[in-house]
C-alpha cells in the first residue's frame, strides 16, 4: 500500500471519518433522502419509564473467525441500528460481546464503507470508478466465459476464501465456484491446521469439551492461549474455577494478559512446549501419578510411549530446552497428575511451529496418560465442529455438464470443507493457501487467470506480503468482494461490496462453545451492498444470458429462504428445538454432554486413544509423539505476531471508534534488547529480517522476553504497518491431512530491530 | 446512607479489554475524540508489568461533584434517588470549567457542540431497570454497579494506588487491586 494510493481513495470516498461530516457527505450525495433522519444520533435522554421504547429487536450472531461467535440483540428504531448488546439468553455471551463487538455499528454506518461496484483503472493506481452490478457482473462474466474457451476448463479461476465470514450462507461462494465447473481453490487454514491433525492422529477428530465446564476443573493449563483477549467470554469459566480453589497455570512465551491472571505463569521458551510436555509425563511416569486403568481400558501404544520416555526423555532434558527450572516442571506435573479432573486449553500458539503438531501431540498424551480425556473438568481442549451439521444448501451445487477438471487431487479442501467424499472423475485445483503467492506465481496450465477473493484480506493477513504484491500483479482479473478498502482491494480490478451481518440472513454456529445462533437481516443492505448468496445468483444471471447453461448456479435466489434451507432435522434435535424461528427468541445450546469423548469411543482406527498412531506415521510423522525441534533461529530476535485485543486479523482495526483507543501499531521489546540497541522507549525503530521491514513505535516491556520481538495482526486504514511482511510461508509439520494443506509456521520467524 | 450509586471497579478481574469502553460508544454513539469511559493501563511503579493491569474509569458521580459546583449555569444536578451526578447539555455554555475543576477528567469537551459532556451513568437504563451499557457489557464482571449505602466489601479501597485522591469530592467508586501472579522466568543463557 503507498501513501499515494490512500489519499486517491480517500479523494474518491470524498469523505473524512466523523459523523456529522458524514451526513453532511451523504446528503451531497443524495443518499441522505433514503435513510431515516435519525441515523447515528445520540440517544436523548428522555427515555423516562421505557428505555427500549419503539426499538425493534433482532437477533444476529458474530460471524468472525473467533472462538465466542457471539449472539448478539440489535436494538433497531426506524430502520436504524440504535446499539447492539449481547444475549442474555446465551449463558456464554451473558448479555455482553467484546470490545470488536460493540465497534460493529460503524461497519455498515463507517463512511470508508464501499458502497456500490467500482473497477480501478491500472491496478493498484487507486483511480477508481463506480459502476454498474450489471457493468461488473458482464466484464467478470465474459471474461469466465473467455478462459473457459480458452484453456477448455474453468481452472484458471482461483478462489481465495478463508474467515472474514463464517455465516453457514457464505458457502455460497465456493457454490457458485462449483456452479461454474472445476476451479483452482486455495485451500488449507492459517489458522489451526497442526493441532487438528494432531488430535485426530490421537483422538480420532477434533472436539473440545463445553468451555463452560472449565469452571469444573480442579487444575487448569492454559498452553498458548490468550482468552482474555482472544476469548474473552471463555475467561468468566477459568475465574470460576480459580474461585473453587483450582490452580491456574499459563505457559507461553509471553506474559500475556491471561498470563498475569494465572496462578503462576511459565515463560516457555518459544517452539519448545513439547520438551516441557514430554518432561512432565517423565516425571508423572517415574513417580506413578499416570492413571493406569484408564491407559489400559482406553489406549493404545501407552508402554511404547513410556519407553520413549525413559529412554530419551528427562525432566532436565526438559528444563534445558524449555528454560523452566525442573523443580518447577515436577511440581507442576505432580499437581496435574493428581488433581481430578485436570484441563489443558491447547491454545493455537503453540502449533504454529514447524513441530506444532508433535507439540500438540504431547500435550495430548500428557492430559490423557492422568486420565483426563472424556470427563467434565478435563479434555485437551482445542476445538470442535460437532454443532456444524448444517445442509450446506448454498455450498453444495452441481457442476455444468461437460466440465473439465484436475485430475489427481483427492482429500480435503479445507477445515470447513463439508462437501463429503464424493468422487468425481475431476476434481478442483488445489493450492496451498499457506503458500498462496508462491503458488499463484509459480501455477501453470492454466495459470491463475482471475482470482475471486471473499471473505479473506490476503495482503494483510497472509505470508510474505512483498511476495504476495508481485504475486497479485499476475492474474488477468481480480475480483474482491468486500466492505473496506483493504490492501487486497487496492490490488484488486474490481471490487464489490458486500453485507454486513446486520443486512444478511445466516446462521452462525461455533468451533469452541455449543451454542447456536440466527442471525437475522436487521436493516436493508445499505448502499447497493448484496450478500454472497446475491453476488452468486448475479453472476450466473450474467453468465447464463450470455452462455446459457455456462453456471447451475439459481439465477433467482431468497436469502432467507436460503438460509432456511441450512437447516434439517439433525440440528433441530442436536438443539433441542421445534424450528429455526425458536431461534428468533435467543440462541439455543446442543444438548451435548459437557465432556468430549465421555463415551470413550474415539475416532482413530483402533476405537481407542492412540499414544502410537500408525496413521500418523504413515502420513510422513513419527507414529509416537516425540520430541520434534522447532525451527532454526535465521536472525537475533524471534518475532512473534499474535493477535491484538483490538481486532481479528485484519478486521475492526481500521472503524474509527476502534481508533478512539487504538490509534496505530506499536512493536514491543524487552528493555534488555533494547540497551544492547541503544533504543528508547517510544523511539521509531525499524523492525527487519531478510524478506521484508515495517517501521513503527517501540514500548519497553518485561512482557516479553529479552530475545523477543513482538507486533500485533492488524490492518490500519490510515498506517502502511503490516506485520506481514516479515513473516515467511514456511510449513508447520502437520496439517494436510485434515484440511489439504500443513499450517504455517507463524511463531517460527526471526528479526531484528534497529532504531531509525 | 441515603442511596448513591457507584461503579466497583475490580481490578483483580480486569482483564483491560476495552469492553466497557466501546459498550458507551455504541450506546451513546458520542463525537469522534469524545470518550466518555476510559480504559487507563496502570505505570509500572503500581503493577509491575506493563499494559497489564487497569482502571476503567468515567464519570466518579462523586458525593460533592466539582463539576457541578463550578458551573455558572446550572446545567450540572445531583439525583436525589439514587446520587447519579448528570450533566444537561441543553443548558451547557461550553465554558469548561467542569472540564478543568474536574481532577478526573470525567466531563470532556465535543468539539463539535463545543460543550462539555460525560458519563451519565445510564440513569436512562437504570430508571427502565437495565444496567448501564459499561456494567452490563463487562465479560468477566470486573465492572460492577453498587449501591455505596449497602456496600460491604472489606477488600475495597477508595484510593488504590495511581487513583487522584481527592477527599472532599469523595468519589463514588471502589476499588479492588489487581495482583500479580508467580512468574517463572526462562533461565537465560
Not at chain 1, 108 to 114: F, G, K, M, V
Request: with cysteine; charged share 25%; aromatic share 10%.
Amino acid at each position: 500500500m503507498t501513501g499515494n494510493n490512500l489519499e486517491q481513495i480517500k479523494k474518491n470516498l470524498g469523505c473524512s471519518m466523523s459523523r456529522r461530516k458524514f451526513l453532511g457527505c451523504m446528503a451531497a450525495m443524495g443518499v441522505l433522502a433514503s435513510i431515516p433522519g435519525s441515523l447515528l444520533r445520540p440517544m436523548d435522554g428522555q427515555a423516562g419509564n421505557g428505555f427500549e421504547q419503539g426499538l425493534e429487536i433482532f437477533r444476529n450472531a458474530c460471524p468472525r473467525n473467533c472462538y465466542d461467535t457471539c449472539s448478539i440483540k440489535t436494538f433497531v428504531k426506524d430502520g436504524v441500528i440504535k446499539y447492539i448488546e449481547g444475549a442474555p439468553e446465551s449463558t456464554f455471551t451473558d448479555g455482553g460481546l467484546c470490545v470488536k463487538g460493540y465497534a460493529y455499528t460503524r461497519r455498515p454506518y463507517s463512511p470508508d464503507r464501499i458502497k456500490y461496484p467500482m473497477i480501478q483503472d491500472q491496478r493498484g493506481s487507486g483511480n477508481w470508478r463506480r459502476i454498474s452490478w450489471d457493468q461488473a457482473m458482464e466484464i467478470i462474466a465474459k471474461k469466465l466465459i473467455e478462459i473457459n474457451e480458452k484453456d477448455g476448463s474453468m481452472l484458471g479461476l482461483a478462489l481465495a476464501k478463508y474467515s472474514g465470514n463464517f455465516g453457514i450462507t457464505n458457502y455460497a461462494v465456493e457454490g457458485m465456484m462449483t456452479s461454474l465447473g472445476y476451479t483452482t481453490r486455495l485451500i488449507g487454514t492459517p489458522c489451526w491446521p497442526a493441532g487438528i491433525d494432531a488430535q485426530n492422529y490421537d483422538l480420532g477428530d477434533m472436539w473440545c469439551n463445553d468451555p463452560e465446564d472449565m469452571a469444573n476443573a480442579r487444575y487448569l493449563i492454559l498452553w498458548g492461549a490468550n482468552p482474555a483477549w482472544n476469548s474473552v467470554h471463555s475467561m468468566k469459566y477459568i475465574y470460576a474455577a480459580q474461585e473453587r480453589g483450582a490452580k491456574v497455570v499459563c505457559i507461553d512465551p509471553v506474559l500475556t494478559q491471561t498470563a498475569v491472571k494465572a496462578d503462576v505463569y511459565w515463560e516457555v521458551e518459544t517452539s519448545m512446549d513439547g520438551a516441557l510436555a514430554l518432561g512432565m509425563a517423565r516425571h508423572i511416569l517415574d513417580q506413578g501419578l499416570y492413571d493406569r486403568d484408564w491407559v489400559r481400558n482406553n489406549s493404545i501404544g501407552f508402554d511404547e510411549f513410556a519407553d520413549y520416555l525413559r529412554n530419551e526423555i528427562t525432566v532436565d532434558w526438559a528444563a534445558q530446552k524449555s528454560g523452566i527450572p525442573a523443580e518447577q516442571i515436577k511440581n507442576v506435573a505432580e499437581e496435574f497428575a493428581t488433581a481430578k479432573p485436570a484441563s489443558i486449553w491447547i491454545g493455537y500458539g503453540l502449533q504454529r511451529h514447524v513441530n506444532g503438531g508433535a507439540t500438540v501431540r504431547s500435550v495430548d498424551a500428557l492430559v490423557a496418560m492422568t486420565g483426563n480425556v472424556g470427563k467434565s473438568g478435563g479434555g485437551a481442549r482445542y476445538g470442535h465442529l460437532r454443532t456444524w451439521g448444517f445442509n450446506y444448501h448454498a455450498l453444495l451445487q452441481p457442476r455444468p455438464e461437460g466440465s473439465v477438471g484436475f485430475l489427481g487431487a483427492d482429500g480435503p479442501l479445507g477445515d470447513f470443507d463439508f462437501s463429503g467424499d464424493k468422487v468425481d472423475e475431476y476434481s478442483d485445483r488445489p493450492l496451498n493457501m499457506n503458500k498462496t503467492a508462491e503458488e499463484i506465481l509459480t501455477t501453470d496450465e492454466p495459470p491463475v487467470r482471475v482470482l475471486w477473493v471473499s471473505c479473506k484480506n490476503p495482503l494483510s493477513q497472509d505470508f510474505d506480503r512483498n511476495k504476495m504484491v508481485e504475486a497479485f500483479k499476475k492474474p488477468e482479473l481480480i475480483v474482491s468482494v468486500e466492505q473496506f478498502f483493504t490492501e487486497t482491494v487496492e490490488l484488486s480490478d474490481i471490487v464489490l461490496p458486500v453485507t454486513t451481518l446486520f443486512e444478511e440472513w445466516t446462521v452462525n454456529a461455533s468451533y469452541w462453545h455449543y451454542w447456536l445462533s440466527i442471525n437475522e437481516q436487521a436493516i436493508k443492505p445499505m448502499y447497493e451492498t448484496k450478500s454472497n448468496t446475491e453476488i452468486a445468483a448475479a453472476l450466473s444471471r450474467k453468465m447464463n444470458e450470455l452462455k446459457p447453461g455456462s453456471c447451475t448456479y439459481p439465477t433467482e435466489i431468497d436469502p432467507r429462504e436460503w438460509m432456511i434451507k441450512e437447516f434439517n432435522q439433525g440440528i433441530y434435535d442436536l438443539f433441542g428445538i421445534d424450528s429455526w424461528q425458536d431461534l428468533k427468541n435467543g440462541p439455543a445450546k446442543a444438548k451435548m454432554h459437557p465432556a468430549s469423548w465421555h463415551d470413550l469411543k474415539f475416532g482413530t482406527p483402533s476405537g481407542k486413544y492412540e499414544f502410537k498412531s500408525e496413521l500418523c506415521a504413515e502420513h510422513g510423522h513419527q507414529a509416537l509423539p516425540k520430541f520434534k525441534e522447532g525451527r532454526k533461529p535465521y536472525d537475533k530476535l524471534r518475532l512473534l505476531t499474535p493477535h491484538t485485543k483490538f481486532g481479528i486479523h485484519s478486521q475492526f482495526v481500521n472503524l474509527d471508534w476502534m481508533e478512539e483507543y487504538n490509534p496505530k501499531p506499536f512493536c514491543y521489546l524487552n528493555p534488555i534488547a533494547a540497551e544492547s540497541r541503544g533504543i528508547k522507549d517510544g523511539d521509531q525503530v525499524k523492525v527487519f529480517n531478510k524478506i521484508g521491514e515495517v517501521q513503527l513505535e517501540v514500548k519497553l516491556t518485561d512482557i516479553v522476553p529479552p530475545d523477543v520481538v513482538m507486533m500485533y495482526t492488524a490492518w490500519f486504514r490510515n498506517n502502511p504497518y503490516n506485520c506481514q511482511n516479515l513473516v515467511d510461508d514456511t510449513s508447520s509439520d502437520m496439517g494436510a491431512y485434515k484440511t489439504g494443506a500443513p499450517g504455517v509456521a507463524i511463531h517460527g520467524q526471526f528479526a531484528d530491530v534497529v532504531k531509525v | 446512607m441515603r442511596k448513591q450509586l457507584g461503579f466497583y471497579i475490580d481490578a483483580n478481574r480486569c482483564i483491560g479489554c476495552f469492553t466497557c469502553a466501546m459498550a458507551c460508544k455504541n450506546q451513546y454513539h458520542q463525537d469522534i475524540g469524545v470518550i466518555w469511559r476510559q480504559v487507563y493501563d496502570l505505570k509500572t511503579e503500581i503493577y509491575p508489568h506493563r499494559e497489564r493491569a487497569f482502571y476503567s474509569l468515567a464519570c466518579n458521580h462523586c458525593e460533592n461533584p466539582t463539576c457541578s459546583n463550578v458551573c455558572p449555569v446550572k446545567a450540572y444536578y445531583k439525583r436525589e434517588t439514587d446520587g447519579v451526578v448528570v450533566h444537561e447539555q441543553e443548558k451547557c455554555i461550553g465554558c469548561g470549567n467542569c472540564i478543568r475543576s474536574c481532577p478526573y477528567g470525567a466531563p470532556r469537551h465535543n468539539p463539535v457542540l463545543r460543550k462539555a459532556e460525560k458519563c451519565s451513568f445510564c440513569w436512562e437504563r437504570i430508571d427502565s431497570g437495565l444496567e448501564p451499557a459499561c456494567i452490563l457489557s463487562c465479560p468477566v464482571d470486573a465492572l460492577q454497579l453498587i449501591d455505596l449505602a449497602t456496600f460491604e466489601e472489606p477488600n475495597a479501597v477508595q484510593y488504590p494506588p495511581g487513583f487522584p485522591k481527592f477527599t472532599s469530592l469523595n468519589p463514588s467508586v471502589r476499588f479492588r487491586v489487581a495482583q500479580s501472579p508467580t512468574v517463572i522466568r526462562r533461565k537465560r543463557l
